[in-house]
């Protein structure tokens, strides 16, 4: 597909990559050359320079032929006059980013009034999904699948879990729950494990199951899942501001640290049931204080990625207790980030180019199976998908076992009209299904991609 | 550096090479030609070492940047013709390897200067050989690669950059191998276009085609001795335009194409190209008007000279050397120019000519109001700094290498048009200049040194220096 990225920031350009290694033809807008000159060096991508708002700069850049327009700039109503006139000049679809909360509520108004596809609000989504790994603090990581009904988690086996040595074909008999562990990251290697598979200490693992079988599974294994009460976000942007709208919701104490006063009277004025404290949260002193020893979450939200990770650090190390989320929105240095001890690490600009990947791909497949719902795991190099099945699709019908499927790809879970079904080879894919699927290889965006003899998807 | 990858890409260029090996050896399959064997020995020798290059290589980290890929152009181009060199030495054409090398590389660098006397006496299959090198070399082996290979993210850019003609290369469409699809399509339509109209005139098969690569690649070599002087006033202007239409940036016809038509009127370096080829075939035309009957023939004569300079290809219907000296001395300075950038043409090219005056525009305003903000634009936009530092530079670097090569060339004391010309024609890749090298004259006569230089300053012009610089200076090959 022909698609136009304005603004060449950090989500335009992870955007970018992205879109780009799945085989679109991107041209990149942006006002300064700088950055262009850069993208265009790592990236197989066509860019102008120029005010993406522009009539002429859009022409330029193909607009008029494009299927789709993502505008990311830094300024919400340039993004949404991008939309206006890519509608204008023929673009079929357009995607904003809208992340001022102030235009909230209107959202839906205005995407009627500029045909907008998609407005896309990347600390909203990091805040839910934030939100969401709070219910079950035990997972680094957690993502829905089924409209919600079914969970991808990714924890870390301890050392003194009864699951260490057990192969996989073992886990329903020690843990009398059913999961079906999906990938397993050990050190920089990644596995999508078969039954013999031997879990280690240390394992990073992800696993699919319905919301109660994952509380099951950490409850057998003794793991923590005390529910989370309170929490303390330290820094109040964006994220912290939709974080604490939603737990508030959910009935949570919260409290925020921010050190910019003017701020601190926006927060208070609009989440009156938070505490908001004054002051500094990279302070150890001020943390104390503020009884950070009480809380069960402790959310580093600060604009500054090296706070970030130092609070994250910190708050581990002296309260292993607390469940830690630390928002990290650089994607260099993965390795080291990774292998830090932060609890769980939330990208806010990885969860809104995802976001806009799934958007993509079920755009680009109307027609027969499509991709309802895609995660990157593991740093991109592991996506899960949900497909929807259609009814002529060539895997209907046939035992898993039998089917033959890609190398590295396993089937997570299969819902049928509102039923969870985590699949053994005796089960079949049936028309109307939509399936989870686990895999290395990416760009898959038809169901029947997951057989080894089709394309188009790139190891 | 990267040295597994280079050798990776060479190894690629050699397996594509040997494939081209194969439309001479089909030639000669047609004409019945023994040396037609000598081409398929040549293709299996560069097919397996080309293959043994990529497989022992086997890049681990196939990554490049900048630096890799101008090296690898270099190296490329240079493989490339001391290979494409062997079937003229192998098969006793020409027999000395430096005169076949000589020739290879003028081949490439679609200069078209000749170190033979006549040609009409060669094989079919080597003066098809000749001629097919130019239309290689004219749109690039690695952008024909580019084609094929698919490279790690935009790092092909690199090898795009280092290979095509002009100041900024921009990609017609996001993927690169779109775009080098894009470019060899349209190559391809005009080369046919030409054909067929050669065809329509009368002209016999193989000649119409040997012309017509030619032509295309903007190179000069022609199966005839006389090169065009003796076909008819229709086929020299056939020539004339499409000389023309090859020396134009080839964004152009995408433009064209894509029915973007505002695009095409307000292009600078377009306009000035126009202009430039009409006001000097007049003013030539009128200088040359006593030698032949009337403005009309001067007009036809002089257009074609300036079209075969500007677009640096080098046919010739008149022997220029012998017009008024400033007609001369026009067709001189117009070989520096050259053709536009993003064309198959050589040169210094018209946009750098623009942004160069267009720099001394604003710079003279300043001096007569200091305070005055006067940015230098370009096709309606501002032409940034580090173009604009990039072109001196470059203009620095151009005369600088030709002043040397000049002083190199001046130990075969020659006559001063000799020595210039011939270092001009080579550098801009032209091939015919004045005095010895006139369009009736031929390379024969220089030392093997001087071949040498000649040979480095067609590589150097074609590739616009860098590439070719980078290789040869110390810097480079130390580690870190």
């Given at each position: 597909?022909?698609?136009?990225?304005?603004?060449?920031?950090?989500?335009?350009?992870?955007?970018?990559?992205?879109?780009?290694?799945?085989?679109?033809?991107?041209?990149?807008?942006?006002?300064?050359?700088?950055?262009?000159?850069?993208?265009?060096?790592?990236?197989?991508?066509?860019?102008?320079?120029?005010?993406?708002?522009?009539?002429?700069?859009?022409?330029?850049?193909?607009?008029?032929?494009?299927?789709?327009?993502?505008?990311?700039?830094?300024?919400?109503?340039?993004?949404?006059?991008?939309?206006?006139?890519?509608?204008?000049?023929?673009?079929?679809?357009?995607?904003?980013?809208?992340?001022?909360?102030?235009?909230?509520?209107?959202?839906?108004?205005?995407?009627?009034?500029?045909?907008?596809?998609?407005?896309?609000?990347?600390?909203?989504?990091?805040?839910?999904?934030?939100?969401?790994?709070?219910?079950?603090?035990?997972?680094?990581?957690?993502?829905?699948?089924?409209?919600?009904?079914?969970?991808?988690?990714?924890?870390?086996?301890?050392?003194?879990?009864?699951?260490?040595?057990?192969?996989?074909?073992?886990?329903?008999?020690?843990?009398?729950?059913?999961?079906?562990?999906?990938?397993?990251?050990?050190?920089?290697?990644?596995?999508?494990?078969?039954?013999?598979?031997?879990?280690?200490?240390?394992?990073?693992?992800?696993?699919?199951?319905?919301?109660?079988?994952?509380?099951?599974?950490?409850?057998?294994?003794?793991?923590?899942?005390?529910?989370?009460?309170?929490?303390?976000?330290?820094?109040?942007?964006?994220?912290?501001?939709?974080?604490?709208?939603?737990?508030?919701?959910?009935?949570?104490?919260?409290?925020?640290?921010?050190?910019?006063?003017?701020?601190?009277?926006?927060?208070?004025?609009?989440?009156?049931?938070?505490?908001?404290?004054?002051?500094?949260?990279?302070?150890?002193?001020?943390?104390?204080?503020?009884?950070?020893?009480?809380?069960?979450?402790?959310?580093?939200?600060?604009?500054?990625?090296?706070?970030?990770?130092?609070?994250?650090?910190?708050?581990?190390?002296?309260?292993?207790?607390?469940?830690?989320?630390?928002?990290?929105?650089?994607?260099?240095?993965?390795?080291?980030?990774?292998?830090?001890?932060?609890?769980?690490?939330?990208?806010?600009?990885?969860?809104?180019?995802?976001?806009?990947?799934?958007?993509?791909?079920?755009?680009?497949?109307?027609?027969?199976?499509?991709?309802?719902?895609?995660?990157?795991?593991?740093?991109?190099?592991?996506?899960?998908?949900?497909?929807?099945?259609?009814?002529?699709?060539?895997?209907?019908?046939?035992?898993?076992?039998?089917?033959?499927?890609?190398?590295?790809?396993?089937?997570?879970?299969?819902?049928?009209?509102?039923?969870?079904?985590?699949?053994?080879?005796?089960?079949?894919?049936?028309?109307?299904?939509?399936?989870?699927?686990?895999?290395?290889?990416?760009?898959?965006?038809?169901?029947?991609?997951?057989?080894?003899?089709?394309?188009?998807?790139?190891? | 550096?990267?040295?597994?990858?280079?050798?990776?890409?060479?190894?690629?260029?050699?397996?594509?090479?040997?494939?081209?090996?194969?439309?001479?050896?089909?030639?000669?399959?047609?004409?019945?030609?023994?040396?037609?064997?000598?081409?398929?020995?040549?293709?299996?020798?560069?097919?397996?070492?080309?293959?043994?290059?990529?497989?022992?290589?086997?890049?681990?980290?196939?990554?490049?940047?900048?630096?890799?890929?101008?090296?690898?152009?270099?190296?490329?181009?240079?493989?490339?013709?001391?290979?494409?060199?062997?079937?003229?030495?192998?098969?006793?054409?020409?027999?000395?390897?430096?005169?076949?090398?000589?020739?290879?590389?003028?081949?490439?660098?679609?200069?078209?200067?000749?170190?033979?006397?006549?040609?009409?006496?060669?094989?079919?299959?080597?003066?098809?050989?000749?001629?097919?090198?130019?239309?290689?070399?004219?749109?690039?082996?690695?952008?024909?690669?580019?084609?094929?290979?698919?490279?790690?993210?935009?790092?092909?850019?690199?090898?795009?950059?280092?290979?095509?003609?002009?100041?900024?290369?921009?990609?017609?469409?996001?993927?690169?191998?779109?775009?080098?699809?894009?470019?060899?399509?349209?190559?391809?339509?005009?080369?046919?276009l030409q054909f067929l109209l050669y065809l329509v005139g009368g002209m016999p098969v193989?000649e119409a085609l040997c012309h017509a690569?030619?032509t295309?690649?903007?190179?000069?070599?022609s199966?005839k001795?006389d090169s065009f002087a003796s076909y008819s006033p229709y086929l020299q202007t056939v020539t004339t335009v499409f000389m023309g239409l090859?020396?134009?940036?080839?964004?152009?016809?995408?433009?064209?194409?894509?029915?973007?038509?505002?695009?095409?009127?307000?292009?600078?370096?377009?306009?000035?190209?126009?202009?430039?080829?009409?006001?000097?075939?007049?003013?030539?035309?009128?200088?040359?008007?006593?030698?032949y009957g009337?403005?009309g023939e001067a007009f036809h004569h002089s257009s074609f000279s300036?079209l075969t300079?500007?677009?640096?290809t080098?046919f010739g219907t008149a022997?220029?050397?012998?017009?008024?000296?400033?007609?001369?001395?026009?067709?001189?300075?117009?070989?520096?120019?050259?053709?536009?950038?993003?064309?198959?043409?050589?040169?210094?090219?018209?946009?750098?000519?623009?942004?160069?005056?267009?720099?001394?525009?604003?710079?003279?305003?300043?001096?007569?109001?200091?305070?005055?903000?006067?940015?230098?634009?370009?096709?309606?936009?501002?032409?940034?700094?580090?173009?604009?530092?990039?072109?001196?530079?470059?203009?620095?670097?151009?005369?600088?290498?030709?002043?040397?090569?000049?002083?190199?060339?001046?130990?075969?004391?020659?006559?001063?048009?000799?020595?210039?010309?011939?270092?001009?024609?080579?550098?801009?890749?032209?091939?015919?200049?004045?005095?010895?090298?006139?369009?009736?004259?031929?390379?024969?006569?220089?030392?093997?040194?001087?071949?040498?230089?000649?040979?480095?300053?067609?590589?150097?012009?074609?590739?616009?220096?860098?590439?070719?610089?980078?290789?040869?200076?110390?810097?480079?090959?130390?580690?870190?």
């Open positions: 597909m022909q698609i136009v990225i304005v603004g060449d920031g950090k989500v335009g350009s992870t955007l970018a990559e992205q879109l780009s290694r799945e085989g679109h033809a991107i041209t990149m807008i942006d006002r300064s050359g700088v950055p262009l000159q850069k993208t265009v060096e790592d990236l197989d991508i066509l860019s102008v320079q120029g005010n993406g708002a522009s009539y002429s700069t859009q022409i330029e850049a193909g607009v008029d032929e494009a299927d789709l327009l993502i505008a990311v700039t830094a300024s919400d109503e340039l993004n949404l006059l991008c939309c206006l006139i890519a509608k204008k000049i023929g673009a079929k679809h357009t995607i904003a980013r809208v992340r001022n909360p102030e235009y909230d509520g209107e959202l839906s108004l205005i995407s009627e009034e500029l045909g907008l596809s998609l407005s896309v609000n990347p600390e909203q989504i990091c805040a839910t999904e934030i939100a969401r790994i709070l219910r079950t603090p035990t997972a680094i990581k957690t993502d829905t699948f089924a409209g919600g009904k079914v969970e991808l988690l990714k924890f870390q086996l301890p050392p003194d879990s009864p699951l260490v040595g057990k192969a996989l074909m073992e886990l329903p008999s020690v843990t009398r729950s059913k999961v079906l562990v999906c990938a397993v990251e050990r050190g920089d290697a990644i596995h999508i494990p078969s039954g013999s598979f031997r879990l280690a200490a240390g394992d990073r693992i992800s696993f699919v199951a319905s919301l109660r079988n994952a509380q099951l599974f950490f409850r057998q294994l003794r793991l923590n899942t005390g529910r989370v009460r309170s929490a303390l976000l330290i820094g109040g942007g964006r994220i912290a501001f939709y974080l604490a709208r939603q737990l508030i919701d959910a009935g949570l104490d919260v409290k925020i640290i921010e050190s910019d006063y003017g701020r601190c009277e926006f927060l208070s004025e609009h989440l009156p049931k938070a505490t908001v404290l004054h002051g500094d949260g990279t302070s150890e002193a001020f943390l104390l204080e503020s009884g950070v020893e009480h809380f069960d979450a402790v959310a580093a939200l600060t604009g500054i990625d090296e706070e970030n990770v130092l609070i994250g650090m910190y708050i581990r190390k002296t309260f292993p207790k607390i469940k830690v989320i630390t928002k990290v929105n650089r994607s260099s240095f993965q390795v080291i980030i990774d292998a830090m001890d932060l609890g769980s690490i939330f990208n806010p600009l990885q969860s809104a180019s995802n976001l806009i990947c799934r958007y993509v791909r079920s755009m680009q497949n109307t027609v027969g199976s499509k991709v309802e719902t895609l995660y990157k795991l593991v740093d991109g190099k592991v996506e899960a998908l949900e497909f929807n099945v259609a009814d002529n699709s060539e895997v209907c019908g046939i035992p898993l076992q039998q089917l033959p499927l890609r190398d590295h790809l396993l089937i997570g879970c299969i819902n049928r009209a509102g039923r969870i079904i985590i699949p053994s080879g005796q089960d079949t894919i049936e028309p109307g299904d939509s399936v989870v699927v686990v895999t290395t290889a990416t760009g898959l965006d038809d169901i029947r991609n997951i057989l080894s003899h089709r394309g188009p998807a790139h190891e | 550096m990267n040295k597994r990858m280079i050798f990776y890409i060479i190894g690629a260029i050699l397996l594509i090479e040997a494939a081209l090996l194969l439309a001479p050896a089909a030639v000669a399959l047609v004409y019945a030609e023994k040396n037609g064997l000598v081409f398929l020995y040549v293709a299996l020798g560069a097919a397996l070492a080309g293959f043994g290059a990529m497989r022992l290589s086997r890049p681990r980290n196939r990554s490049i940047y900048a630096k890799e890929g101008l090296i690898v152009v270099a190296l490329s181009w240079i493989v490339l013709s001391l290979v494409g060199a062997l079937p003229f030495s192998l098969t006793g054409q020409i027999p000395d390897y430096l005169d076949a090398v000589f020739e290879t590389v003028s081949g490439f660098t679609t200069t078209g200067a000749s170190i033979l006397r006549e040609v009409e006496s060669l094989d079919h299959c080597t003066l098809f050989w000749r001629c097919f090198t130019h239309w290689i070399g004219g749109m690039g082996i690695l952008v024909f690669m580019m084609g094929i290979l698919r490279l790690n993210g935009g790092q092909g850019i690199h090898l795009l950059r280092a290979e095509s003609p002009g100041p900024a290369v921009a990609k017609m469409v996001p993927r690169m191998t779109d775009s080098s699809k894009i470019l060899y399509a349209i190559y391809l339509v005009l080369t046919v193989f690569v030619a295309a690649g903007t190179g000069g070599f199966v001795n090859f020396g134009v940036n080839f964004s152009i016809y995408f433009f064209l194409l894509r029915k973007k038509f505002d695009l095409v009127v307000k292009n600078t370096e377009l306009r000035w190209y126009i202009i430039l080829i009409l006001a000097s075939s007049a003013a030539i035309a009128l200088n040359v008007m006593h030698m009337g403005f300036v300079v500007m677009s640096t080098g022997d220029f050397s012998r017009w008024p000296e400033f007609s001369r001395v026009l067709l001189v300075l117009l070989m520096c120019v050259g053709a536009c950038a993003g064309s198959t043409g050589g040169g210094f090219k018209v946009s750098r000519i623009v942004i160069l005056y267009r720099t001394i525009q604003s710079d003279v305003r300043k001096l007569l109001h200091p305070n005055a903000v006067k940015v230098a634009r370009l096709d309606g936009k501002k032409i940034d700094d580090e173009t604009i530092r990039s072109v001196s530079t470059y203009f620095i670097l151009y005369a600088l290498i030709m002043l040397i090569s000049v002083i190199l060339i001046s130990l075969e004391n020659f006559d001063a048009s000799t020595t210039v010309t011939s270092v001009v024609a080579a550098f801009n890749n032209i091939g015919p200049g004045l005095g010895l090298v006139c369009p009736s004259g031929n390379y024969s006569m220089f030392s093997p040194l001087s071949k040498i230089v000649l040979c480095l300053d067609m590589l150097f012009g074609r590739l616009e220096i860098d590439p070719m610089l980078l290789l040869v200076i110390p810097v480079t090959w130390r580690k870190r």
